[in-house]
């Protein structure tokens, strides 16, 4: 068994920093973390610590890797504003002139910003789909090109849990002729010398420390909205996530790792994703991935309020999620995205900041994930 005991370094002045990452560990459940700051440009905070599993022997390191659920949406959100900066990719543009078959079922007029901004009504397949056809790519994305929208499409935003990568995912592909995630890997992983995938190679493989699944709720708990949401099979929710199927079941194999589903499978450390999102607003070692301009209208509301799907309050940039109440970040000016169960990344460009926290012990997604919170106000409190 290893001891849990804090590695890493801290600036000046982000001690607190320090200190409410061995918090997290010593009464807020966290096994396997890491936690990684910029502040216009320079890392200021870079800590890890634990096990890759509960009372295990292999020590959680930088160099970890975990994946970061819907985390890896942001990275999603980056790579098409890459296009669209580079003028390949037209957010107010229908999707069909990027996607032809997509027009089916009335919807030949969607622009590509309502699949970003979880306003398409495509949040769950009515098509029957297995784990095996997730895996494979094309049978969901013929099963969304030939559905009709589960709401009328701009009424009223819903968040697309699994669907926003395939949709996403798409229209990158047909505008690049190459994968999401090898797009990422050419455009954003190689000349930032980030380990960040959506799609992992098997040589990376053994780096990866596995998703352990949300503690049971305490007897007579209350069940959170998420969760209870979830277990409901008259929710949106809960179809989301069955169909095309997601389960928790399959988060530590190696075929789901290794396939690209872009709303949840990129595979990461908190180094690389800090890194990320430093260079979306700011330049990291002569590197920088979106201008100011491209950032001001990336990062613009589209979607804000009770949320279709999760039944709560959220806010969507295009592609970003905004801060919002279970989903905080560092206040207005935010934009990334949180993963279920805890992980983060997000930068706040007024104040230079970019952040990101790791973890492989998942709690429930629905509130405040007390981890990053505490993370989150340790290191604007130093700023």
């Known amino acids: 068994m290893i001891e849990t005991r804090v590695q890493g370094s801290v600036g000046k002045g982000f001690e607190p ?100 901004s979880h306003r398409a009504g495509l949040a769950a397949v009515d098509r029957p789909l297995s784990i095996e056809h997730v895996l494979a790519w094309d049978p969901v994305i013929d099963a969304l090109a030939a559905q009709r929208p589960l709401w009328e499409p701009n009424s009223a935003h819903g968040y ?27 455009r954003i992983s190689r000349p930032l010398s980030l380990d960040l995938w959506i799609g992992l190679p098997d040589a990376m493989e053994e780096r990866v420390a596995p998703l352990l699944p949300s503690p049971p709720p305490a007897p007579g708990a209350p069940v959170d909205i998420f969760t209870a949401r979830l277990l409901d099979p008259s929710t949106l929710l809960h179809r989301a996530f069955v169909n095309p199927p997601l389960p928790a079941k399959v988060f530590n194999e190696r075929a789901f790792r290794a396939a690209e589903i872009p709303a949840a499978n990129g595979i990461t450390n908190a180094r690389s994703l800090a890194r990320l999102y430093a260079a979306c607003i700011g330049e990291v070692d002569g590197v920088r991935l979106l201008t100011p301009d491209t950032v001001t209208k990336a990062t613009k509301p589209q979607s804000a309020g009770e949320d279709l799907v999760l039944g709560y309050e959220t806010r969507y940039a295009t592609g970003f999620q905004l ?44 509130g405040v994930d007390p981890r990053s919170r505490s993370l989150v106000e340790a290191v604007v409190s130093a700023i």
């Open 17 to 116: 920093v320090r200190d409410a990452f061995a918090a997290n560990f010593e009464h807020l459940g966290d096994v396997g973390a890491a936690c990684c700051v910029y502040v216009r440009g320079r890392m200021v905070v870079d800590l890890w610590g634990g096990a890759t599993v509960p009372n295990g022997l292999d020590a959680y390191t930088p160099d970890t890797l975990q994946m970061v659920m819907s985390t890896s949406k942001g990275m999603v959100a980056i790579a098409a504003h890459i296009l669209a900066q580079e003028g390949k990719l037209d957010f107010n543009a229908p999707v069909t002139e990027y996607w032809p078959e997509f027009g089916a079922e009335g919807k030949e007029n969607m622009p590509v910003r309502w699949l970003f």
């Open 323 to 366: 801060s919002f109440p279970f989903r905080p970040m560092a206040g207005e000016g935010s934009f990334g995205h949180y993963g279920m169960g805890g992980s983060v990344g997000f930068a706040h460009p007024e104040r230079g900041l970019a952040f990101a926290y790791v973890m492989n012990q998942m709690l429930p997604s629905g």
């Open 160 to 186: 697309h849990v699994g669907t926003y990568g395939w949709l996403a995912g798409e229209v990158i592909r047909r505008i690049t002729g190459v994968s999401v995630g090898q797009f990422i890997a050419d």
